[in-house]
């Protein structure tokens, strides 16, 4: 063991070198991604709004759900078995994609109850536009510096502009009569990108413009005030935030993701976390070495592809080129469709998913939400990790049904 000791030593001091040298000059760049993550303090996470929503909500409960709406409100209804009876604003801030037809109508009976909903994103699931008889156009940025303007019908309310603006989704079909208008986006021409909805006893409240509630957003100049404006619509009551920091299956469970994983995200937690683990493994094996008489190993034959696949996937992951591992993804899905299904994968338009959902036996709705899904990541510069988790969890839904 005495021998073995400088070595040790040598390992270890090598580890901490490496550790602080690394730390030191690793650039971060900035992730832009648009994960509406309550718990994410990059650009266009929540966190601020999150962690602002018990003082413009004050003297109510703020709760946050982690499960599929249709199983919180199962459970927490009049004669459920959670621990209170659900009442007041239902919070959805982007990645409302993931509801399922049976959420809609939990949330619409929430709200035929005399309770609000409010959903801010680029588009809703297809349950909604439906039975609201909402539809939502997206047209392209003109401008240079990538502005647009965000008001609201009340004059006396603060109106503000958004940068880093590709182009407006925009409420292009709803029923003018008895829905209001309470706000535009305005590039080149001012659409409505905020309406008004009575349902049954209660209100929807529906906003196009997600980014406009992100840390970017709300922590740049006075923009914070627009939220302000948007969130006076809803009256003082409990709120109910619906939260993005869960891990959604192919059959829509959910489960609250590890608060682990927000320390690993901090540069210094992680190496220190790191060095502590190598250290434990290393006192584990000079450990049980001293200990143990020595047992023969026997090698089982190894599988060569299998360490083949392995490496190479060991490479992307170190990497991080999560855009190239989500075209090769998409890639083989479409060679996949066009081998099982005959069909052209050339154009990804209405008649593509129509004929898909017909020969996959799949219902039109999700395989326009994969088919969109795609279309979008393929207009992104940069993807991160999530988007990757995202893809991965449409087509191992699509195959398992």
């Known amino acids: 063991m005495k021998k073995l000791l400088p070595v040790i030593l040598v390992i270890i001091t090598l580890i901490i070198v490496a550790s602080l040298t690394f730390g030191v000059r690793r650039t971060k760049t900035i992730d832009w991604e648009e994960s509406f993550n309550e718990k994410s303090n990059k650009p266009y996470g929540v966190s601020v709004l999150y962690k602002e929503l018990p003082k413009l909500f004050e003297d109510y409960q703020l709760r946050t759900v982690y499960h599929q709406p249709s199983s919180y409100l199962t459970a927490n209804s009049e004669f459920g ?77 603060n109106s503000i502009q958004v940068d880093k603006n590709e182009g407006d989704y925009y409420f292009s079909a709803f029923d003018s009569i008895n829905y209001s208008i309470l706000g535009y986006a305005e590039t080149d021409k001012k659409r409505v990108n905020f309406i008004k909805i009575p349902f049954g006893d209660g209100t929807i409240l529906l906003h196009t413009e997600p980014k406009a509630f992100t840390n970017y957003h709300i922590l740049k100049d006075d923009r914070y005030r627009y939220v302000e404006s948007v969130l006076s619509y809803l009256p003082d009551d409990d709120v109910y935030f619906d939260s993005y920091s869960k891990r959604q299956t192919a059959y829509g469970d959910a489960e609250e993701e590890s608060n682990l994983s927000w320390f690993l995200e901090q540069l210094s937690f992680r190496w220190a976390w790191y060095t502590a683990l190598i250290f434990l493994f290393l006192f584990m094996i000079f450990n049980a070495k001293r200990r143990q008489r020595i047992i023969k190993i026997i090698k089982p034959l ?27 993804k998409i890639t083989y899905f479409l060679e996949k469709v066009r081998t099982d299904f005959n069909i052209d994968t050339t154009v990804l338009d209405d008649v593509f998913i129509k004929k898909l959902a017909g020969k996959a036996g799949r219902k039109k709705e999700d395989v326009a939400q994969l088919i969109n899904y795609i279309k979008w990541l393929r207009t992104k510069d940069e993807l991160s990790e999530e988007s990757l988790i995202k893809i991965n969890k449409f087509i191992e839904a699509f195959y398992s049904q």
Do not use: W
Not at 124 to 143: C, I, M, S, W
Not at 302 to 328: G, H, M, P, R, W
């Open 81 to 157: 078995y959670g621990d209170h009876h659900a009442k007041g604003n239902y919070i959805i801030i982007g990645n409302s994609d993931y509801l399922t037809d049976f959420s809609v109508d939990k949330l619409l009976g929430f709200v035929n109850d005399g309770n609000t909903l409010f959903i801010s994103d680029y588009y809703y699931a297809q349950r909604l536009h439906d039975t609201l008889g909402v539809d939502v156009d997206f047209e392209y940025n003109p401008k240079k510096d990538s502005i647009t303007d965000l008001s609201f019908h009340n004059k006396s309310l």
């Open 302 to 328: 190894q599988n060569t592809s299998l360490a083949f696949v392995k490496t190479i996937s060991n490479l992307y992951i170190e990497t991080q080129d999560y855009k190239n591992l989500i075209e090769k």
